[in-house]
């Protein structure tokens, strides 16, 4: 399996990225590119035959591939009106998409919902206003 790593802040050159046992080569792109699977903007990218460490990660300012964002929205619901709002929740960044989350309090049920694009998680909010 290869692992790929976009480098974010700067194109690859020495000294951007880990050299270890597990690297098999990395690709700049000719200009700053926007890289679908991980809806960021990158430089180009490095490939391993092992995951790098979550330090290696940091210290090189990389992008795990097999991460992405996912966007949050909380609905709230007055049991006693049955009005609903959404908000803004959070943002996660991880490898598949988080399960959503519910309370069931006394006066409010809140619900988290996710989705793939920040599009989608605006579109649910404008529908509750």
Known sequence: MIYRYY???RPV????????DNYIGFKNFDDRTFCE???????GYVEYSERLSDRD???YDLI???????YGVIAITNK???????KKYKNEFCASMPEQL????KHYERIVYW????EEANQMIAEYK
């Open 7 to 9: 480098s974010k802040l």
């Open 13 to 20: 050159s020495y000294n951007t990225y880990p050299k270890n």
């Open 37 to 43: 699977d991980v809806k960021d903007w990158a430089w």
């Open 57 to 59: 990660i940091f210290v």
């Open 64 to 70: 795990d591939a097999s991460k992405r964002w996912f």
């Open 80 to 86: 006693e009106t049955l009005k609903t709002i959404a």
């Open 102 to 105: 519910q309370s069931d309090g």
């Open 115 to 118: 989705f793939d694009t920040e």
